[in-house]
């Protein structure tokens, strides 16, 4: 879910700007600003991919005024850049769907934290999880944290969102539900699909552009 429109009012929107700043200065922060710099080939795939999450996120829905909803895709870019870039990359396509007036400027920070920061958050956190509980194998990391991460990732950045606007007085409780929340695992499923079959065309043809995905561990070893 993302803001579209100026429904947010009070001090909350400053707070949420500031609190999405402090995250974008510590992803610049742990950057790996000598391999970006160094690696033509990285910065394409880190451009392409931000120009292509921008395009995507120009496709949306929603029932309610200034409510969208649309794909994500913040689970490819994760595994594939990791953390740090994938904030960066979401942040630079989030700023250019805003640019064009499709996202609101006073929720920019609200956006940030429901539809980048925490998405990413859940999906590094499954791909550490799957790292240290599950086997090296290519049909589990592909299954748990492409389709089931995007899932997750999804899921909770929009039970976020629904949260804040709630307590934030924006719409009440049993319109959120019956407009959004009900709709939520039905966007699941194709989060997931989406981020699943964007990341198994990239692990067989091109594995070296997955940051995350070790090709020796998960497909020579086996």
């Known amino acids: 879910m993302s803001i579209t429109d100026g429904l947010l009012s009070g001090p909350g ?17 742990r950057l790996p600003w000598a391999v970006l710099l160094g690696n033509r080939r990285l910065q394409h795939l880190f451009f392409g991919s931000t120009v292509a999450l921008t395009l995507l996120w120009t496709l949306r829905a929603g029932i309610s005024p200034g409510l969208g909803i649309h794909f994500l895709g913040i689970t490819t870019l994760t595994l594939m850049f990791g953390w740090d870039l994938a904030v960066l990359s979401a942040s630079l396509a989030l700023l250019g769907v805003t640019w064009v007036g499709l996202e609101s400027w006073q929720a920019f920070g609200f956006n940030g934290l429901c539809t980048i920061l925490l998405p990413a958050m859940v999906s590094l956190g499954i791909l ?17 944290c492409a389709f089931i991460g995007a899932g997750l990732a999804v899921a909770a950045g929009g039970v976020a969102a629904a949260l804040l606007l709630w307590g934030l007085d924006v719409y009440p409780w049993e319109r959120i539900q019956q407009e959004y929340l009900i709709l939520l695992p039905l966007i699941m499923f194709p989060e997931g699909l989406l981020n699943g079959i964007l990341m198994t065309g990239m692990m067989v043809f091109y594995p070296d552009w997955i940051r995350t995905f070790n090709a020796r561990l998960y497909i020579d070893d086996q």
Do not use: D, G, H
């Open 13 to 29: 929107p400053l707070w949420f700007q500031a609190l999405f700043v402090l995250v974008l200065l510590l992803a610049l922060w």
């Open 128 to 144: 550490r999880l799957v790292e240290a509980r599950l086997a090296k194998n290519f049909f589990i990391y592909l299954f748990c």
